[in-house]
Each structure stands twice: as C-alpha cells, then as structure tokens.
C-alpha cells in the first residue's frame, strides 16, 4: 500500500506541472548591417533563452525564412505546383537571376561561448546543445550570420512594385517556438507562423539616407534625425545605426527606403501612430488615411482591448498586407477603400496574432477569421455606418467554399490545403462565420463579453481554439463542444428546411434537418396585422437551464433586425442532434404571411432558398 501511495504522491506533481500553461522565453540582442549597394548584409545575435516548460530541452531550432526565396526551396516547387497558384508568387521563384537570389547563412552558433553542432536544411537549422536547458534554467546562444535580401516577391525583399527599397520581414535567424505540444520546425512554405515571446534591443547600421521604421520603439532618436528628432549628430558619417527595443512580441520587422515621408498622429489614449510612405502615392489619401486610423484603433481598444504598447507603425512595403509586431506593411497604390480596408485588416492583427498569439500554422481561422470578422465591424465603425448584416461577404464567401466541392476541415495545417482558394475561404471568411454565428447561438452580447474576456484572459499568450471556447462558455453558461467540433473539424454543412404542408388549417410548421451540424434554430412568423414572433428551438447539445435560455433569447430581442418588429419570443423544447424532423404549432389564430428561418442571415445555411415561405 505504501508503494502504491508513494507512486500517486509522485505522480501528482507531473499532473500540476502538465496543466499548467507555460510559455518559453527569448531576449534578443541583434546588431545588423545592410549594404545598400548589393543589398547583402551581416549580424550578430545574442539570444537569451528561458525554459520555462517542464521539459529539459537538448536542442534548439532556427527558422532561416530568406532560403526559401531560390529555385528549387519548397516554396517554390509547392508555388509552381498547387492547382491554383498564388499569382504573387507562382513560378517568380523559379524565374529568379542569382543576383536576387535569398540567402541566410549561419556562419558560427556557440552555447555560452562553446560552439555548437549545427546542420541546416533550407529554411530550418538544427542545433544539438552542447549542455541540455533544465526546466526553470536559461541560456545564451551567440551566432553570427550573413546573407542577401532577395528580390521582393512574398512578403520580404528588396525593391517591391512599388520601388520599396527594403522590406525587412522574416529577415534574421529566428527561434523556433516550443511549447506543450514540442517543437514547431515548419519549413517556410509562404503561409503563417508561430514565434516565441521575448524583447528584442536591435541595432540596424544602413545607409545615413535611408529612413527606417518598424518593431519598437527608436531608442536614439537624436542621433537619426530623419522626423524623429529635430537635429541629428552624425550629419557626417555615412552610414547611421538605429537602435530600437521592441518589449514584449514574438517578431521583428522594419522597412527602409531614402525617400519615405514620415508622419505622426496621437491617439486620445496615447499611442503614437507612424506612417512612412513614398511621395509618390496620394498623399492626400494617406493623410486620410491618419485620421481614419485613429479611428480603427479606438474600434478595437473599445471592443477587444487596450493597445499595450505606445506606437503602432503603417508601413508602405511588402506584397499586400502583413502584419507584425507593432507595426505593418502594405502596399499603397490602391484605391482609398482598399487602402483603409487594409489597413483595418492589419491593425486587427495587432490583437488577434501580435496579442493572442495562436499557432496560426495550426489554427489560421483563429487569427484570420477572428481578424475578418472585426475589420467588417471596425471599417462601418470609421464610415458611420450600422448593416444589419455586417459580415455578409464572409458568408458569401464561405458558401462558395462550401458548395465548391474543395473544403477541407479547418484543422489542416495552413501549408497543406489542396487549393489556395480553400485556405483563404476557410482560414479567413469560415473562421469570421465562426464567430459571427457563435454571436447568433449565445447572443449578441455574450459575444462582445467574450471578446473582451478572452483579451484579458490570453493577452501574452498562445491561445488554442479551446481556449476561446471556453471563454464563450463560461460567458455564456452554455455546452460548446459540438460547435467547436462540428464547424472547425469537419466539413459537415447546416442546412434546414422548412415544411408548411400542414401549416393551414392546422398551424403546425415542421422542419427537416438536411445538413449534419445541428443548430439551434430562430423561427419566426409574421401575420396580417404586421406583428411578428419568434420560436426559438434550442439545439439540446447547448444544455441550456432556465438563466442561459432567458439571457440568449433577451439579446435576440435586441438584435437591430429583431428590436422593432418582434413583439415576443416563444423558446420550445430542444430538438436533439440525432432526430431530422421537428414540428410546432403556431399560437393563436391571427392569419400567417410569413415563416422564415433566421431572418438575421446569421445561420450559416448553405441553402437557404427553402428556409423562408410566404404567403399571400
């Protein structure tokens, strides 16, 4: 029996230490230099590296991003080969002169001064540590690097259409993340990422002429000049090194070019907000565009949560849109609405990526859906405008990837989907369904609760999908499993239809459930008069008791498409997920002239041609 007991006792703290969250550490100390002329470059990185998991770790893993961008690296093959290729990228890899070539290069990598065994393939570098990292225990890790900057074509590079000289993203040698799951080795394949929080302290020498802006906050400001101070003390030297400090992020970003503009505005809460730009693009659209990013960032500190840092840079660089760490790069020549629905897009980054920091390789829909979802609502926030529907375009785009016959569970790994298409509709427009529909099954208001709770709750952190379910479970007083499962997990569709074969004279409206994800089903019925009501039919997996059902169904009451028409809600029995066919009766016997299923469009129902009748 003694034995038996001394076994539990032990194996109890293995449980503790199991559940309880844990995330490593890096301090990044980088001094880089960038030739300007062949645009190759030199660094050195000192990095700090915490266990803070219960794990002794006898290895360590480098992302070398740069190696992907030349002829035969995966990304180029896969860029080639995918049935529908990224027109960014394509065969542009493939078609590259050696002189633009990408290049990332250790050159030496030493563990508290002793060298280390090092191997590199491609993108990933694998390095056996000379001493094992105990749990609680840190290291230092010194390396020296080289490389060249590859022309732009995917996100980093030299020279972009636009005639950026440099977009400096996945640009030095950086630590893989570990976390409860191991190691996260991902090849660069040209999609998403996961990184480790830590600061970073970054000096950058480049050429005196050129204006750089990005990560952090520039620490010596009086000797640059260039907007940021008045005056500068190094007007004779011809290169200047800018040192930024960047606390509290998991990247590092900068661009750099001799003739960026630099502006500043202020927000009411105190966030300084830099835009660099060419003189070359509508000027009067980025001015515009610094008022109205104001206005985006009082949306999402209202909504999700304050901004934690005091600087927040738009940078003109880059293929598209790309978010960073406190900062972004987009392209400029656009039209003012795509230009401020970019711009939305990326600053939405700044929570959901650079504050909740999800595996996004694992879980794209999380940051990209979740992303989607409120640049809808913060771009109609800027505009002063209030659609009953605002996510619409996100359900349109999720039908067409439903009905495409192409869809493939959102737990695929973001570089394996079969189509470029189904990666996008999926990661970006069925994860904003995700939560717009989870706004129509817990109520309108538990949902902004569970934004802001989430924020509080995983700031700093890497939240997983069952993180965010159990917020809005715990907000909600609601069971959420099914939903979890049945939208990210499968590509099971909701589809309803309804019956009105005995609608008259008997009132009795039966429904059939075609689709494989039950839902909790918004019935209502209009009459003669112009009255209408709601029978609310909640899906039994939800476990609603008496406080949830009343909570949900006083926020429908006030859903603007409900709020002045509905003049009551009727919540029937649940139906159960393995029966098809459900039927009720219609109270009274004022004369039907409509039955509509979810007459807010928020029910994803890939058909929904059969879920509303009239009558004449």
């Not at 500043?264 to 509508?282: C, E, Q, R």
């Not at 439903?402 to 189904?422: I, K, L």
Request: charged residues 25%.
């Amino acid at each position: 029996m003694k034995k038996y007991l001394i076994l539990i006792l032990l194996f109890i703290p293995a449980l503790k230490a199991q559940a309880q969250y844990w995330q490593q550490h890096a301090e990044y100390y980088m001094d880089f230099k960038m030739d300007v002329f062949d645009f190759s470059f030199t660094g050195e990185q000192e990095l700090e590296y915490t266990n803070n998991s219960p794990d002794t770790i006898t290895k360590v893993y480098y992302h070398l991003f740069f190696n992907a961008f030349r002829p035969g690296s995966q990304m180029d093959v896969r860029s080639r080969t995918i049935r529908d290729p990224d027109r960014r990228v394509g065969s542009r890899i493939f078609e590259l002169e050696e002189k633009d070539y990408g290049e990332l290069n250790v050159l030496s990598l030493k563990q508290n001064g002793r060298s280390l065994e090092i191997s590199q393939r491609e993108t990933i570098l694998l390095a056996k540590l000379n001493k094992p990292l105990l749990p609680g225990q840190k290291t230092t890790l010194d390396m020296r690097f080289e490389g060249k900057v590859p022309k732009q074509i995917r996100r980093s590079g030299k020279m972009n259409k636009e005639g950026v000289h440099l977009t400096m993203t996945q640009w030095f040698p950086k630590l893989c993340e570990y976390d409860s799951e191991g190691w996260h080795p991902n090849p660069y394949i040209a999609r998403e990422f996961h990184g480790v929080w830590g600061n970073y302290t970054v000096d950058i020498t480049i050429d005196k002429k050129y204006v750089v802006g990005g990560t952090g906050y520039l620490m010596n400001a009086d000797e640059i000049g260039h907007g940021y101070a008045e005056k500068t003390k190094s007007k004779n030297k011809e290169t200047l090194t800018w040192r930024f400090y960047a606390p509290n992020v998991h990247d590092f970003a900068w661009a750099a070019d001799p003739e960026y503009a630099h502006d500043i505005v202020t927000s009411k809460t105190g966030v300084d907000l830099h835009f660099f730009y060419k003189p070359s693009v509508n000027v009067d659209d980025w001015k515009k565009l610094q008022n109205d990013s104001l206005k985006l960032l009082e949306y999402f500190e209202q909504n999700i949560g304050p901004y934690p840092w005091k600087q927040y840079s738009i940078i003109q660089g880059g293929d598209g849109g790309m978010e960073y760490a406190m900062c972004t790069m987009i392209t400029a020549e656009r039209p003012y609405p795509s230009l401020l629905g970019v711009t939305a897009h990326e600053m939405s980054h700044a929570w959901h990526q650079h504050l909740l920091a999800t595996n996004e390789t694992k879980h794209p829909w999380m940051d990209e859906g979740f992303t989607e979802y409120a640049t809808s609502h913060a771009v109609n926030y800027v505009n002063g405008v209030s659609p009953k529907f605002p996510n619409e375009s996100s359900y349109e785009r999720y039908y067409a990837l439903a009905n495409s016959g192409v869809e493939q569970p959102q737990t695929v790994h973001s570089d394996r989907y079969e189509f470029n298409f189904a990666y996008g509709a999926s990661s970006y427009s069925k994860g904003s369904v995700f939560m717009a529909q989870l706004g129509y099954i817990i109520g309108e208001e538990n949902l902004k609760k569970t934004i802001k709770r989430y924020y509080e709750d995983f700031k700093f952190k890497h939240p997983t999908p069952n993180d965010f379910k159990r917020v809005a479970e715990k907000v909600s007083g609601v069971e959420l499993e099914w939903y979890l499962n049945d939208w990210t997990r499968t590509t099971n569709k909701i589809d309803y239809a309804l019956d009105i074969s005995d609608v008259f004279p008997n009132r009795v409206v039966k429904i059939k459930r075609k689709g494989r994800i039950p839902m909790p089903l918004d019935v209502v019925v209009s009459f003669e008069d112009g009255s209408s009501e709601m029978y609310y039919i909640p899906n039994d997996l939800l476990y609603l008791d008496n406080s949830s059902s009343n909570m949900i169904t006083n926020q429908k009451l006030e859903h603007p498409v409900y709020k002045s028409s509905l003049s009551k809600i009727k919540t029937l029995e649940s139906w159960n997920w393995v029966t098809t066919e459900y039927s009720f009766m219609v109270d009274g016997n004022k004369k039907i002239m409509k039955i509509e299923v979810d007459p807010s469009k928020r029910l994803a129902d890939v058909n929904g041609a059969d879920n509303s009748i009239s009558f004449e």
